[in-house]
């Protein structure tokens, strides 16, 4: 079945400094979500790209979906002590029948020192 | 609403007790899902509603699971005769078709 890998599993930054994480899907995505989950919350959709190459931004942090729909990164530039959290990427496989059907990564945690 | 309830926020059941866990989407969310989420690891798919309709199930570990949708919106997630490996938090989520899911606070089972 479908895949979806993430790495790093952890990342530790100092506050101001820029991180990405990385996803790997074992098949071609029709798309990917991206969520944030705080420690002890619940998910938090983020953003959604459909279509190969796309690059979206909101405000620090940049989101792409890779040309042949497999891959994707966040990056956010100058962390702050409030990006703290567990981030997912979440894939929807292509030519699925379920359009429900999200396969989710393990996720990167990221904690940011002060 | 203003977002995805769910309820209870906590369980503890007995090994071999039955349990059920009820989800209030947001209103108008034709789509709702269920996850199932162990500690550390991301959220793993059980089910997915369109509607009342359950379009996917592929994602229940057994036939001790159980979901239902009867009138398109509240759901309920079923456990029968509940075992240790059951214990984990069961996510809800609801969303447009093919848009973002919104997902509740989620019930964390305990079984002992």
């Known amino acids: 079945g479908q895949q979806v890998m993430q790495i790093p599993q952890y990342q530790h930054v100092q506050e101001g400094e820029d991180f990405t994480t990385y996803c790997n899907s074992s098949t071609t995505l029709s798309n990917i979500q991206w969520y944030k989950q705080r420690p002890g919350g619940h998910p938090v959709f983020l953003i959604q790209l459909v279509k190969s190459g796309e690059v979206k931004k909101q405000k620090r942090l940049t989101f792409q979906f890779g040309e042949a729909k497999k891959n994707s990164s966040l990056h956010i530039t100058a962390t702050q002590t409030t990006d703290v959290g567990t981030y997912f990427c979440a894939g929807l496989s292509a030519g699925g029948t379920s359009y429900g059907k999200l396969t989710f990564g393990q996720g990167t945690i990221l904690t940011v020192h002060p | 609403g203003a977002g995805v309830s769910q309820s209870p926020r906590y369980k503890v059941a007995k090994r071999g007790q039955d349990v059920a866990l009820r989800c209030d989407p947001i209103s108008g969310h034709v789509s709702l899902f269920w996850y199932q989420q162990a500690l550390g690891q991301g959220p793993e798919f059980l089910t997915y509603?369109?509607?009342?309709?359950?379009?996917?199930k592929s994602g229940l570990p057994s036939d001790r699971f159980f979901a239902e949708r009867p009138e398109g919106s509240v759901s309920t997630l079923k456990i029968q005769r509940t075992q240790q490996e059951d214990s984990a938090v069961y996510l809800c989520a609801s969303s447009l078709v093919r848009f973002g899911q919104f997902f509740g606070p989620g019930t964390r089972l305990t079984v002992l």
């Open positions: 509603f369109q509607n009342e309709a359950q379009l996917d």
